[in-house]
């Protein structure tokens, strides 16, 4: 080997150890974020109060809305069945609204439908939640 040949390996060489070293640098970081963001499920039994071995105690943590391919969560049980119990129309506006923070105007874009309408079903929702709700407390 000549001179040349020497030079580029040894080059080659340096920058795949430079390579190799900022990937395990990215990867260090990046299980460091994961584990700040996780939640042990001791944690997570000690909130909830709750048996994962028993089925019928499972959904009750939260309850799942699809919503134009996204999925809204809901902890709180009544508030869900009474959103459960709203047709499809005015369910769709109060999750993309109070949920996922959409604008009437992005409402309006995503639902097909005016401004004036996505304010209009929205209060026919609100009417329509605020009393199944006061039903459940009462009932």
């Not at 340096?14 to 190799?20: E, I, R």
């Not at 990046?30 to 996780?38: S, V």
């Not at 009750?60 to 119990?85: L, N, R």
Request: glycine residues 4%; aromatic residues 14%; neutral net charge.
């Amino acid at each position: 080997m000549d001179d040349y040949e020497i030079g580029v390996t040894h080059r080659f060489a340096a920058f795949c150890k430079k390579v190799l070293k900022l990937s395990a640098y990215k990867w260090y970081d990046k299980r460091k974020r994961q584990e700040e963001r996780e939640v042990s499920l001791t944690l997570i039994y000690e909130e909830y109060k709750m048996d994962f071995q028993d089925p019928k105690n499972y959904f009750e943590i939260a309850w799942y809305f699809e919503v134009s391919g996204m999925e809204v969560w809901i902890p709180d049980e009544q508030i869900a069945i009474a959103i459960k119990g709203l047709n499809k129309k005015l369910r769709d506006i109060v999750l993309l609204y109070y949920f996922l923070d959409f604008k009437n105007k992005e409402i309006a874009i995503i639902c097909d439908c005016n401004v004036r309408t996505v304010i209009r079903r929205k209060q026919e929702a609100l009417g329509l939640l605020q009393k199944e709700l006061g039903e459940q407390q009462h009932g």
